[in-house]
């Protein structure tokens, strides 16, 4: 095994793991970081792919910058809806109100934000 | 009735289960995908370092970052402006009526923290210049350069020198918008010379480079230390 490929399958491993966390996880800022290790995998088989063959392409590693900062964004904005939803609702995860047989009743310590 | 915040995450069950499983499954056929890609690598390495020479600068991945793939980068700038535009969006109208302060407290900045800042402010704006002239020919750039800048600023905060209203006044505005402005302006000034859009012409290229890196690195400190500042509020950005 070659130290490129070690790196592309520890991505590719991140991005599985993280797709599993992504899919099962209900508190949002556990998702929204799960989207993060999730871009961090895939950053990683980008370095890894680009440095096969000796000689490293400047390609996908002038991507990964680009990408670094779409994620910085992404995750900005991702935070800022879990805010505001926790700020209207008291809760920080998707599921319906009621249907875990709590009052649907706005988080008191919510409120004063 | 006071809800605590938390949801509960589930216990491992067949559902986790099954995605579990899901998840494996798609590892295992990516990573047969990447042991059954032919050794030769396919890659640009060798175009870019045919057609440096042109770019103006001397490191690939900043010659193909601002150069080769300029449309790329001047799209990242839109996409950081959008999230800056999409949280302030989120914030309630009564927000935008709080007086600067900072939320940490009223009372004056302590004395180790701005003898700390004293030494360690003009050292990150030196290391942040150094990084944007770097990233020329080395690895480094404007970007780098901006995450420094950003990281002062928060620093500022932190010590109470500068206030914590996230939504900034017209000048952090602007400031926000030059890069990306003075980006797009660049690259229309290519057109009446007869090339495309972002085409530099190879003698101007790295002046004309070095000016939307200056820009962008003033962008990048502005948007990202405004995206710190969070969701503005009506307690004037306190959490």
């Known amino acids: 095994m070659t130290q490129p490929?070690?790196?592309s399958l520890c991505g590719l491993a991140l991005v599985a793991l993280a797709l599993h966390a992504f899919l099962t996880r209900r508190h949002l800022v556990r998702r929204i970081i799960a989207l993060n290790v999730m871009g961090g995998g895939v950053f990683l088989?980008?370095?890894g792919m680009a440095s096969r063959g000796g000689a490293v392409d400047p390609v996908p590693q002038a991507l990964v910058i680009t990408g670094i900062v779409v994620a910085v964004a992404t995750t900005a904005l991702a935070l800022a809806l879990a805010l505001r939803l926790f700020r209207e609702t008291g809760r920080i995860d998707l599921d319906e109100p009621n249907d875990s047989g709590a009052p649907d009743e706005p988080n008191p310590g919510a409120e004063a934000r | 009735m006071f809800r605590p915040v938390d949801p509960p995450e589930p216990r491992f069950g067949p559902v986790e289960a099954l995605t579990g499983g899901a998840c494996l499954a798609l590892f295992g056929l990516l990573a047969w995908a990447a042991l059954a890609l032919p050794a030769a690598p396919v890659g640009l390495g060798e175009a870019v370092a045919e057609r440096l020479p042109e770019s103006g600068l001397g490191n690939a991945v900043n010659a193909v970052l601002l150069n080769f793939r300029a449309f790329d980068t001047l799209l990242e700038k839109a996409v950081l402006l959008l999230a800056l535009v999409g949280l302030w969006a989120l914030a309630p109208g009564v927000a935008w009526r709080v007086p600067p302060g900072n939320f940490l407290t009223e009372a004056p900045p302590e004395p180790q923290l701005v003898l700390l800042l004293k030494v360690l402010v003009p050292l990150s704006l030196l290391a942040a210049l150094y990084l944007l002239w770097l990233g020329a020919d080395a690895p480094g750039g404007a970007f780098q350069a901006g995450t420094v800048i950003a990281a002062v600023a928060i620093l500022l905060v932190l010590g109470r020198i500068l206030p914590s209203t996230s939504h900034g006044g017209a000048w952090p505005r602007a400031g926000a918008m030059a890069g990306f402005l003075l980006f797009a302006g660049?690259?229309?000034?290519?057109?009446?010379?007869?090339?495309?859009f972002l085409d530099f012409p190879p003698a101007i290229a790295k002046p004309l480079i070095l000016a939307i890196e200056a820009g962008i690195?003033?962008?990048?400190?502005v948007t990202l230390f405004l995206l710190a500042g969070g969701l503005p509020s009506r307690r004037g950005g306190r959490p």
């Open chain 1, 5 to 7: 490929l070690l790196y």
């Open chain 2, 186 to 196: 660049i690259g229309l000034a290519c057109l009446p010379l007869g090339r495309a």
């Open chain 1, 45 to 47: 088989v980008f370095g």
């Open chain 2, 217 to 221: 690195t003033l962008s990048v400190a």
